[in-house]
């Protein structure tokens, strides 16, 4: 699967990610345990972490099993806020996932990238279903996919763990869209 390099939208720029990304994405959401809170990865206690995170990421990027973009705001010098990943487990199938510094929360932000990404999986002839799952009490993440069109396709019990929570797997909702 080839995925654009960027995408533009209203007020956004989502492109790659390059590892000089690493201190802002770190000092920005992934040190921050209120961002993290209902992430399947552990709040980055150091850059290194970052780093090592972001590695993986890009190498991920470059085989095209999916395709991970850094999000910035059009309208300023701030540079990224986020991060948005399109995965790509199967021949038919994209899986999203996404995450914002809180500064930034409740700006319309994670929705105007996910339904740019949306529009853009949809129109791939081969891809037949869209998915993404969040934590049970994730009140922002459910309404940001019901904001993209989703349909929540019920409970799944004990089905992930949030390891800033607990160790213990914890309900997820699992939203769909198809065609
Ligand atoms: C969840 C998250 C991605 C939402 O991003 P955002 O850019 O603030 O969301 P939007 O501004 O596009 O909001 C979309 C809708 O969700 C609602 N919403 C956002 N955060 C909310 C919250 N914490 N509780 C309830 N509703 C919330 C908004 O009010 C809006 O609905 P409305 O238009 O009906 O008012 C962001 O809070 C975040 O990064 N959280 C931490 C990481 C995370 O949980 N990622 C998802 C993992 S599954």
Not at 104 to 110: L, P, R, T
Not at 115 to 137: F, G, N, T
């Amino acid at each position: 699967m080839i995925f654009p390099k960027f995408f533009e939208t209203e007020r956004l720029l989502l492109r790659q990610p390059e590892m000089e990304d690493a201190l802002r994405i770190y000092d920005r959401y992934a040190s921050d345990p209120k961002v993290t809170k209902y992430l399947n990865w552990l709040t980055h206690n150091s850059v290194k972490k970052t780093e090592v995170y972001l590695e993986r990421m890009i190498e991920k990027n470059r085989d095209n099993r999916g395709q991970s973009y850094v999000i910035e705001p059009l309208d300023s010098s701030i540079g990224l806020v986020g991060m948005i990943a399109m995965h790509y487990p199967n021949n038919f199938e994209i899986k999203f996932g996404y995450v914002l510094m809180s500064e930034k929360w409740g700006q319309g932000i994670i929705s105007e990238a996910l339904i740019a990404l949306v529009k853009w999986a949809l129109a791939q002839d081969h891809i037949y279903r869209l998915s993404a799952m969040c934590d049970a009490e994730n009140r922002g993440s459910a309404r940001v996919l019901e904001k993209a069109g989703f349909e929540n396709e019920g409970l799944m019990r004990k089905s992930d763990i949030c390891p800033n929570l607990s160790s213990v797997p914890r309900d997820h909702l699992l939203f769909s869209k198809v065609k």
